[in-house]
């Protein structure tokens, strides 16, 4: 078989996956054919492949409409599928062009529906590496996002924070760890080759096999973005505390509230995710309750100190780790989501002690799953008054501080060290 026909035929399949199934990328590769027996090496491929078609989306598909007499959404999804994955390797990641073409037209034979196109997609390829590249300089990295998110970008953080946040999104996203303890966070920053940020978190330019990487089979540290373990701090915790982490998994947030010495109560509707929770706990030493339950029935054993709700969101602000995102939901799904984050807060609060407080975030850059979810809150809740965020609670980040006392992280902050995820975060203490 032709070298890099398995990964390319991969990443073709898991592209049609992902936009007609509305799946993330990594379910997606893990059940396309032949993903599973390939080597890393090949597997590191077709994920670049795809992670890179969705991240330059938009600009490819302004590419390939100079050439194809009919729009691309009217073709055969598998054909679609073979043109955007092969311009994607032509236009971005520097793929030898006569193999890029070669193989993506001999893909073509897996397939009736794309059988007789062999000839359109041959001859578009060939124009794509003849004059596509010129084209694509004349393309902007916000014309990459899909035109709901570009909109509601635009409109909430003006058009030049909209080219700063698209800008960094296409970039390849950094390691980001946080240390179990840190008293240690010097010894591992140079032992991983990593900076040490303004909030603590080591970044790693270059992310690779994290398993492989000094302090991992012992449980020094954990992956994390930095925007991701800035809320969990923002709860005051002492040790002895009774914490509960809702909507906890992956288990960031979980393991760095147990490493301060908290009494955490870790809970998740979603038992396969609870796993890699389970599993950093065990290599990390650190120790929570872990209850597999949906957080609007669920009732701790007395009532806690503090409750932090990183709440489901439509995730807007992971696009670079996840540049699936913004394609495969919908304008409807934040209006679905922000209802949603609203009955988890009032959960939340009814689990929480008079006088205790409550973190809630999102990683979402939509308004709508931030600052007026917080105000909704506020709202619908009389029991809940807000704890403003101080500037000393999160160095190097004042600015990201909103007029109510909130915290709107873009990836735009820290742009000069790699930026960040996109984040929001609010306090609140409930009345006695």
């Known amino acids: ?53 969705f991240r330059r989306l938009g600009q490819t598909r302004h590419v390939l409409a100079q050439f194809l007499a009919k729009p691309l959404h009217e073709m055969p999804e598998p054909a679609a599928a073979l043109l955007v994955t092969g311009a994607t390797q032509l236009l971005w990641m520097e793929g030898a062009p006569h193999a890029v073409v070669s193989t993506t037209v ?55 924070g909209l080219s700063r946040i698209a800008g960094i999104q296409m970039q390849p996203p950094p390691l980001d760890l946080t240390v179990k303890d840190a008293a240690e966070r010097e010894r591992w920053a140079e032992a991983l080759e990593a900076e040490i940020l303004p909030n603590g978190t080591l970044r790693r330019r270059e992310i690779g096999d994290v398993t492989q990487l000094p302090g991992f089979r012992e449980g020094a540290w954990w992956a994390q973005d930095a925007a991701a373990a800035i809320p969990a701090t923002l709860l005051g915790v002492q040790p002895g505390r ?53 957080v609007r029935r669920f009732r701790p054993k007395g009532e806690a100190d503090a409750v932090l709700l990183d709440a489901p969101c439509t995730a807007t602000g992971t696009m670079r780790r996840h540049p ?17 984050q609203l009955e988890l807060a009032g959960a939340a609060t009814r689990m929480l002690r008079p006088g205790g407080w409550l973190v809630i975030c999102t990683c979402s850059l939509q308004p709508e799953e931030g600052e007026q979810f917080a105000a909704a809150l506020l709202r619908n809740r009389k029991d809940l ?17 909103t007029p109510e006392g909130g915290l709107r992280l873009t990836p735009a902050l820290w742009a ?3 930026g960040m995820d996109g984040f929001f975060a609010a306090r609140f203490e409930k009345r006695t």
């Not at 893990?30 to 670049?48: C, I, K, L, Q, V």
């Not at 694509?136 to 509601?152: C, F, H, N, Q, V």
């Not at 699936?324 to 949603?340: N, S």
């Open 106 to 160: 001999a893909l073509c034979e897996d397939s009736t529906e794309t059988y007789g196109l062999k000839g359109v997609i041959n001859a578009v390829l060939r124009r794509i590496v003849r004059e596509g590249r010129d084209i694509a300089a004349r393309t902007a990295p916000r014309d990459s996002l899909p035109d709901w998110i570009a909109r509601s970008w635009r409109k909430a953080y003006g058009p030049g």
């Open 1 to 53: 078989m032709k070298d890099g026909f398995a990964p390319r035929r991969c990443a073709a399949l898991a592209y049609a996956t992902i936009l007609r199934d509305r799946r993330a990328l990594e379910p997606a590769l893990e059940h396309a054919p032949g993903y599973r027996s390939m080597s890393d090496r090949d597997r590191a491929f077709a994920r670049a492949i795809l992670a890179t078609a």
């Open 324 to 340: 699936e995102a913004g394609w495969i939901k919908k304008p409807g799904d934040v209006q679905r989501m922000a209802k949603l």
């Open 416 to 418: 000069d060290r790699g």
């Open 242 to 294: 009774h914490v509960v982490d809702l909507c906890a998994a992956p288990g960031g947030k979980t393991l760095q509230l147990a490493a301060l010495g908290a009494r955490v109560t870790a809970v998740d509707s979603n038992e396969s995710r609870l796993k890699r929770l389970r599993d950093n706990l065990a290599r990390t030493g650190l120790r929570a309750s872990v209850a597999t339950e949906d």
């Open 385 to 401: 008054k807000p704890v403003a965020i101080q500037d000393g609670e999160v160095p190097g980040l004042a600015e990201a501080i």
